[in-house]
């Protein structure tokens, strides 16, 4: 997109934006997004009644009133709507979220995979030609210790990156196996489709960090998928041998892996693991020529440094060093920020600081820090990874959707909200 001169708004004017989806996840963004004294809720929008309602009630319970509709394409029409936060299921996400942008309106979409390179570069084709902005809501950006590990690497503390990992490794069998009953919108993926379903948590801090579309990109990947028991499992311990789910042939592996290689050399490894028993863990791993981060046992092991006083505890070669010392030291200054006012609620305050990041781009009229290309790329590495799977790992081409441009595209916007730079100067000590 075109970088130029765009007006800002006065910050006492309140945006005005439409909320499509209202499962559990809009009715969260909702409740935010409804504390936020810079934006305006106009309308709601989803086809379940008993949602809509729900939506409806969160409005009142501030005193505000909104437009409701079991119709997208009604919200859309209105012409005093500036942007819509898109939290639908998953292969709606970018058809409604193109439908906003040729209505005029800015898009931010929740979380999820695409299901196909067409929808991703029509995402960015759309947003090319109507200059409007699509801000992909990956939350885990934001969180305290990415955040974190960000700066350091922007100080050079790992050296010149080598590899990364992280993953999406939730025991989701309960939500996924029940999700007839509780009309949620896994299961049908999880019957039909077998690949790297849900990448952008793990993915989004990892290219951030990497420099992807700004002087980097993925080049190929290759993924593959294991066996798959768990949900049969679970559904036989917890609804019975008689459940039809019980004998149901689920296509998607239970660990699935995906190795991404980079255009200067680094790799990168996914895992999706979700229909296993286990603890949450994102799995992450941060390593470079001058040291280690690895998010499993929270430590970091950097060469020659050691926390918090070297005099007093010298350097020790091949041991561990427990992250905590280096999340305080390191920490984000939006973090340190956002912990004086008071982080608000949502996976430890992460959902709020990325509604604000969209909400500042529109404001400020600037691309937002997790732009369309962002967002092509990360997306396409579900429906990629589907077909290396299909075709027992064979390495894929990652596309460019910058269409070249990841050469020499400077970093974004300067701001508090920045993920491609520490903006140290937008903060007060
Ligand atoms: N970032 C995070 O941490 C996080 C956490 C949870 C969920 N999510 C993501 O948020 C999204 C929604 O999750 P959920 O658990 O609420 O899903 P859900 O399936 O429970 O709810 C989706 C809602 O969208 C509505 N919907 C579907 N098509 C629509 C359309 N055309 N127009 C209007 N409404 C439509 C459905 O009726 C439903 O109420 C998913 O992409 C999910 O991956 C992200």
Redesign the pocket.
Known sequence: MREKERPVMPTDVKIKLGV???????QFLLSILLNMDSVEIAAI????DK?LARGNELIGQQGAHAAVYAD?KALLARSDIEAVII????N??VR?AIDAMRAGKHAAM???GAASLEECWRLVRTSEETEKYVML?E?ICYADIELSLLHMERQGLFGELIHLQGGYQHDLREEIALGREN???RLNHYLHRNGEL?PT?QLGPIAKMLRINRGNRFLTLTSMASKARGLNKWIRENKGEKYDLASAVFEQGDVVTTQIKCAHGETVLLVHDTTLPRPYSRNGRVQGTNGIWMEDGGVVYIEHMTLPDYEQHPYDPHQWEPYEQYRIKYQHPLWKSYEMQGVQAG?GGVDYLVLQAFVESIRTNTPPPIDVYDAAVWMSITCLSEQSVAMGSMPVPVPDFTSGGWVDRKAGARGKYSLDEVCFEFFDD
Do not use: A, F, K, S
């Open positions: 499509i989806g209202l499962g559990l996840r809009g929008c989803d086809p379940i949602r997208y939290c639908t299921t998953w709606t996400h409604i929740e979380v999820g809501l939350n009309q949620h919108g849900y948590h996976h």
